[in-house]
């Protein structure tokens, strides 16, 4: 039985409909920006694989700091004990946090991290004996695929199926130009009714929305609305964090402070699974007391596992290195120079960047969509020139580890201005 054969077998797979899609590329390495399948074709892994990988495949020290933690301490419980590499990511994570940071949660992914967030929220204030029930986010957002984080998430074709066991949450339009006031006035309108516990968003860049990006000083503007109405403020950074957004983490942009920051996908180099809630002492602190009932009462059996925490270790370790930085600059002056080249070229609806992350809408003369027609077209081109992009609909974005090289760079943009030539001209 051939890798795809067994895996069509036994394997289902995420967000794909098996009847209809095609069959999965079976890849067996992966090193630097690269990616190989069974057949030896390569690819550039040109979304780093989900938006995980910042450091490139099987960085050499990565795999060093891992393998050595795995035959030091592979897992411990996290009830009742702890170990050091849980307590450096502690340490180092709030170190690198805005200074408000006191302590982390750990749990297992994106979804996971943003679900904890959501419950210390809720929690915080049923501590504190005050009936707030609901949720305000941003239309659009993606926060998860758990419950909670599907509650607080765009409603619609991805979550029908459960929508009718959502908790109540508003949202407010994606804020622009042309609505900003707007946008500022109903956050405003909806929170002064008091009603509310906690605002979650991502900021500058809603990810699955089609890396949709908005303005630092907007962003601002509602978590300072949001405070004046003692309303907690989540910022889902589990796309955002570790400099894709240019900074360390994209809350790094705003001068307002927020209560809670959500990890995952970067965080660990994008090797390991793992979710990190992080938040200030003040929230802490409402869950003491002399009973078990006002403790957080949420825990995974992979909670802190040793392995995932020396990854995060190892990948700080790499952040502090000139290379990383270096890596990450080029990354956005290469971005940058090809804004600049593209300008004008009616092609694109919309070109713009957040740091390391560059997002096209090409214009297809109606709405922009996930289903859109040219997503397919767009992947099965880039994956016949040793590219693996997914487009978000009509959205190509291009957010690589930050390994990439100029060459690698330009083999990307150069395909992306090819395949429109190819695509319009047909
Ligand atoms: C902003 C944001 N939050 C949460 C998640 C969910 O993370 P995970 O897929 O690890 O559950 C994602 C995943 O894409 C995301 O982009």
Not at 285 to 291: I, K, R, T, V
Request: aromatic share 12%; hydrophobic share 40%; with cysteine.
């Amino acid at each position: 039985m051939t890798l795809s054969e067994k895996d069509k077998q036994y394997v289902w797979h995420p967000f794909t409909q098996a009847q209809t899609s095609p069959e999965p590329i079976p890849i067996v390495k992966g090193e630097g920006v690269w990616l190989f399948d069974e057949e030896g074709k390569k690819y550039i892994d040109a979304n780093s694989s989900w938006w995980t990988i910042i450091h490139g495949h099987a960085h050499p020290y990565m795999v060093e700091q891992i393998s050595n933690q795995l035959s030091i301490l592979d897992h411990s419980i996290f009830a009742g004990a702890t170990h050091p590499k849980a307590a450096e990511v502690g340490e180092r994570i709030t170190n690198v946090l805005p200074e408000n940071f006191a302590k982390v949660f750990f749990s297992d992914n994106g979804s996971t991290a943003v679900e904890v967030a959501i419950k210390m929220v809720y929690q915080y204030w049923h501590n504190k004996g005050i009936k707030k029930k609901r949720f305000l986010a941003i239309e659009g957002s993606y926060h998860g695929d758990t419950f909670g984080a599907m509650s607080v998430g765009q409603r619609g074709y991805f979550n029908r199926p459960f929508e009718h066991l959502f908790f109540d949450v508003d949202f407010i339009p994606f804020p622009t130009k042309e609505n900003i006031n707007e946008v500022l006035v109903k956050a405003k309108e909806l929170l002064s009714s008091g009603d509310f516990a906690g605002f979650i968003f991502e900021p500058l860049v809603q990810g699955a929305a089609g890396m949709r990006i908005y303005e630092a000083d907007w962003l601002n503007e509602l978590v300072s609305i949001a405070k004046e109405h003692e309303v907690m403020t989540i910022a889902d950074e589990v796309m955002t964090g570790f400099y894709r957004s240019g900074k360390m983490f994209a809350i790094d942009h705003i001068q307002e402070e927020v209560d809670f920051v959500c990890m995952s996908k970067g965080l660990t180099g994008g090797v390991m699974a793992m979710g990190l809630t992080a938040t200030t002492q003040k929230v802490f602190d409402a869950f003491l007391s002399d009973e078990i009932g006002t403790a957080l009462l949420h825990g995974h059996s992979f909670t802190a596992n040793p392995i995932a925490c020396s990854a995060v270790c190892a990948s700080l370790d790499l952040f502090e290195k000139e290379n990383t930085q270096k890596g990450i600059e080029k990354i956005v002056s290469s971005h940058a120079n090809f804004l600049e080249k593209i300008k004008g070229d009616k092609r694109f609806k919309s070109a713009r960047q957040q740091g390391t992350i560059l997002s096209l809408e090409i214009e297809m003369g109606d709405e922009s969509s996930y289903f859109s027609p040219i997503r397919t077209e767009a992947y099965n081109y880039f994956l016949a020139n040793e590219i693996l992009l997914r487009p978000l609909g009509n959205v190509i974005f291009f957010n690589p580890p930050y390994v990439i090289n100029e060459e690698e760079l330009e083999h990307v943009y150069s395909h992306i201005l090819k395949f429109l030539d190819e695509y319009f001209r047909a």
